[in-house]
């Protein structure tokens, strides 16, 4: 049977920060020092994402370097909300094109309620953006809140500056499941969050912790863009992923040395490989599964998430063997 790869295999991974903040929000460095320090950490990807202000950066594009035009948008809940207390619900929005005709919110409610969150989610995809939920713990959100937004095309399963705070986002992996369990179809981001109120060589400094690696046949904003569309990325704190595929009725993952590897699916059958040092492994694959995702951890506990895979829509359902 026919090899198909789930992470495609041509072109290249391109690693990416998906959510920082600059001072034109409440962050600390300008955009363009936030694309140095993260180009010289073997960045290509970048979304400036700062708080209710859309602002495009493409003047900063390099060669090996390309800017996301996005900006993260706020619904808190109560008339005077204190954020430490308040639930709420953050989305990141990304252009699909570099300059969009205009900013989502505008003229829109952003009162915490799930009409207007769905509301924006809708604007925003007629508009030409896509839409990712972030930071569901830290946000404080249960399934009461977060099972009624519909149409994001990924959520935050990592956050690196909820972790660098002190571990809020630790559960996010959770949320996701519950998100499959209940229909929603979703791919995973891990990002940083960053807004560099701590020096970049502080215990708690909130950069290069999260990234997003997306397979993309070429660093240009249509090929990210198509990739992010397809779900062709994964999300990580750490540990890479070379190769994802399906073939002879398994899961195939391979990866550079790594401590576990998880295979998780949409029944309560689990597979783990443990050891020193793993490269990869295959899972056998039955029809009972339902969607298939894995999970790699490193030597330092860090870990790398795949979206969930579908038989039959992202594979034949005749890759799935018997019992």
Same mark, same amino acid.
């Given at each position: *049977?026919?090899?198909?790869?789930?992470?495609? &295999?041509?072109?290249c991974?391109?690693?990416?920060?998906?959510?920082?903040?600059?001072?034109?929000?409440?962050?600390e460095? &300008?955009?363009?020092?936030?694309?140095?320090?993260?180009?010289?950490?073997?960045?290509?990807?970048?979304?400036?994402?700062?708080?209710n202000?859309?602002?495009?950066?493409?003047?900063?594009?390099?060669?090996?370097?390309?800017?996301?035009? $996005?900006?993260?948008?706020?619904?808190?809940?109560?008339?005077?909300?204190d954020?430490?207390?308040?639930?709420?619900?953050?989305?990141?929005?990304? &252009?699909?094109?570099?300059?969009?005709?205009?900013?989502?919110?505008?003229?829109?409610s952003?009162?915490?309620?799930?009409?207007?969150?769905?509301? *924006?989610?809708?604007?925003?995809?007629?508009?030409g953006?896509?839409?990712?939920?972030?930071?569901?713990?830290?946000?404080?959100?249960?399934?009461?809140?977060?099972g009624?937004?519909?149409?994001?095309?990924?959520?935050e399963?990592?956050?690196?500056?909820?972790?660098?705070?002190?571990?809020?986002?630790?559960?996010?992996?959770?949320?996701?499941?519950?998100?499959?369990r209940?229909?929603?179809?979703?791919?995973?981001?891990?990002?940083d969050?960053?807004?560099?109120?701590?020096?970049l060589?502080?215990?708690?400094?909130?950069?290069?912790?999260?990234?997003?690696?997306?397979?993309?046949?070429?660093?240009?904003?249509?090929?990210?863009?198509?990739?992010?569309?397809k779900?062709?990325?994964?999300? &990580?704190?750490?540990?890479?992923?070379?190769?994802?595929?399906?073939?002879?009725?398994?899961?195939?993952?391979e990866?550079?040395?790594?401590?576990?590897i998880?295979?998780?699916?949409?029944?309560?059958?689990?597979?783990?490989?443990?050891?020193?040092?793993?490269? $990869?492994?295959r899972f056998?694959?039955?029809?009972?599964?339902?969607?298939?995702?894995?999970?790699?951890?490193?030597?330092?506990?860090?870990?790398?998430?795949t979206?969930?895979?579908?038989?039959g829509k992202?594979?034949?359902?005749?890759?799935?063997?018997?019992?």
């Amino acid at each position: *049977m026919a090899r198909i790869d789930l992470l495609p &295999s041509g072109g290249c991974q391109y690693k990416a920060n998906l959510h920082c903040h600059s001072h034109l929000s409440d962050g600390e460095f &300008s955009p363009e020092k936030l694309r140095d320090i993260y180009r010289e950490k073997g960045y290509s990807v970048l979304a400036v994402t700062d708080h209710n202000r859309l602002v495009e950066h493409s003047d900063l594009n390099r060669e090996d370097f390309l800017m996301l035009t $996005g900006y993260e948008v706020d619904f808190l809940s109560g008339e005077k909300p204190d954020w430490m207390q308040c639930r709420c619900c953050h989305l990141n929005l990304y &252009s699909k094109t570099p300059t969009p005709s205009g900013q989502p919110d505008e003229g829109l409610s952003r009162a915490y309620t799930p009409d207007s969150v769905n509301a *924006m989610i809708r604007k925003a995809g007629a508009m030409g953006f896509l839409a990712c939920y972030n930071h569901p713990q830290w946000s404080m959100e249960t399934q009461e809140e977060y099972g009624k937004y519909e149409g994001c095309f990924a959520m935050e399963v990592r956050n690196y500056g909820c972790t660098a705070d002190g571990g809020q986002d630790s559960n996010n992996i959770l949320v996701y499941e519950d998100m499959l369990r209940h229909g929603k179809r979703l791919a995973v981001v891990a990002s940083d969050d960053n807004h560099n109120h701590h020096p970049l060589d502080h215990p708690n400094s909130d950069s290069f912790g999260g990234f997003t690696m997306i397979a993309a046949p070429s660093l240009s904003y249509p090929a990210v863009i198509a990739a992010l569309e397809k779900g062709d990325f994964y999300a &990580s704190g750490g540990p890479l992923i070379t190769a994802l595929y399906v073939e002879d009725g398994e899961l195939v993952v391979e990866c550079p040395p790594c401590r576990e590897i998880i295979f998780a699916c949409e029944s309560r059958r689990a597979l783990r490989v443990a050891g020193e040092p793993l490269t $990869g492994a295959r899972f056998p694959l039955l029809p009972q599964d339902g969607y298939v995702r894995i999970e790699v951890a490193d030597e330092k506990g860090e870990r790398a998430f795949t979206r969930a895979y579908f038989p039959g829509k992202d594979f034949p359902k005749a890759f799935c063997g018997g019992e």
